[in-house]
T-cell receptor, first 106, second 119 residues
Framework: SYELTQPPSVSVSPGQTASITCSGD??????ASWYQQKPGQSPVLVIY???KRPSGIPERFSGSNSGNTATLTISGTQAMDEADYYC?????????FGGGTKLTVL | EVQLVESGGGLVQPGGSLRLSCAAS????????MSWVRQAPGKGLEWVAN????????YFVDSVKGRFSISRDNAKNSLYLQMNSLRAEDTAVYYC????????????WGQGTLITVSS
């Protein structure tokens, strides 16, 4: 079965750039999406179709996907961005999530 | 405004059954794939099931195949998840999720409903 691998944790200083990776076999041939989840809340879509931002998502969130790796980049990271982030891909009408990455802003 | 409101959660004994419902509003329900995603306590997200617009296609994660079924009533703007032969490992918050227009992603999530499987 298809798997997506994320680092368990990433730390970043306020104002700096955070990068969260998601690895999967030929992931670049599929579309990757990213979700932000804060404690006690439902996930929120922040990036879809590799690079697109839904309405209301700040411009500091961006995405890329090539080869075997998709990357979520948060530029000028703010304290409010501290959360769990999950990548996701649609594989033959089933869905796969990465294990999630806890982003700490310190 | 898109709203997805789950109901039907609670405590159930191992081997028992439960039916979750999701009331959708704020979009043309009949035109979208819908899904269920779950999250065990302190764990990550796990996709459970997909259903297409006219119920001709249904897909499940391997761990629930043969035990769970997904259905929808487009006249009532409602999505359902029938869960049978429940196990302790099914304990999770279950989210009703709207699939994006081009499929492939989830653009709106409900608030979730907690299912606890325990004796």
């Amino acid at each position: 079965s298809y798997e997506l691998t994320q680092p368990p944790s990433v730390s970043v200083s306020p104002g700096q750039t955070a990068s969260i990776t998601c690895s999967g076999d030929k992931l670049g041939d599929k579309y990757a999406s990213w979700y932000q989840q804060k404690p006690g809340q439902s996930p929120v879509l922040v990036i879809y179709q590799d690079t697109k931002r839904p309405s209301g998502i700040p411009e500091r969130f961006s995405g890329s996907n090539s080869g075997n790796t998709a990357t979520l980049t948060i530029s000028g990271t703010q304290a409010m961005d501290e959360a769990d982030y999950y990548c996701q891909a649609w594989v033959s009408n089933t869905v796969v999530f990465g294990g999630g990455t806890k982003l700490t802003v310190l | 405004e898109v709203q997805l409101v789950e109901s039907g959660g609670g405590l159930v004994q191992p081997g028992g059954s439960l039916r979750l419902s999701c009331a959708a509003s704020g979009f043309t329900f009949s035109s979208r794939w819908m899904s269920w995603v779950r999250q065990a306590p302190g764990k990550g997200l796990e996709w459970v099931a997909n259903i297409n617009q006219d119920v001709s296609e249904k897909y499940f994660v391997d761990s629930v195949k043969g035990r769970f079924s997904i259905s929808r009533d487009n006249a009532k703007n409602s999505l359902y998840l029938q869960m049978n032969s429940l196990r302790a490992e099914d304990t999770a918050v279950y989210y009703c999720v709207k699939v994006g227009l081009q499929r492939g992603y989830f653009d709106y999530w409900g608030q979730g409903t907690l299912i606890t499987v325990s004796s």
